[in-house]
């Protein structure tokens, strides 16, 4: 009777292994060219950043993800926008720590799990809907 030597073949244990490796590469390929790219938003369509168009409105209806991008077009000369607290948002007033920006083309990367308080100097504009209020999800 045959004897066995107690060895395992080379081929026995290499093809399991390429085998479970070229999966895990598959899945690994997969993953990153299926990964969500972050989506530049101009806010407000055409009319950008402007109380023509009040932007919960326009913020209602998409999903924004941690590094998605908020860019502002307006005029600078006649507005401006604020990140401010709740209460800022809701009183149209600025918060103590409130960041202002006024460039014209100002561009806001989110942050995962932020509530995102936008709106304006100008009480008026603010009133008439000059203000938005978002949240970042997780990106997927």
Excluded at 35 to 59: L, Q
Aim: with cysteine.
């Amino acid at each position: 009777m045959a004897q066995s030597s107690g060895h395992v073949s080379y081929v026995a244990v290499t093809v399991p292994i390429a085998i479970v490796m070229t999966v895990l590469c598959l899945f690994l390929a997969n993953a990153v060219t299926n990964a969500r790219r972050p989506t530049t938003y101009i806010v407000g369509g055409d009319d950008g950043w402007d109380p023509v168009v009040p932007m919960d409105t326009w913020a209602r209806g998409k999903t924004f993800y941690a590094g998605d991008i908020l860019e502002f077009k307006y005029d600078y000369q006649r507005f401006n926008l604020i990140v401010v607290n709740r209460t800022g948002y809701e009183t149209c007033e600025a918060n103590v720590g409130a960041i202002e920006y006024s460039s014209g083309d100002d561009k806001i990367q989110l942050n995962y799990g932020y509530n995102y308080f936008i709106g304006t100097y100008t009480p008026e504009d603010c009133t008439t809907g000059l203000k938005m209020a978002i949240k970042a999800l997780a990106p997927r």
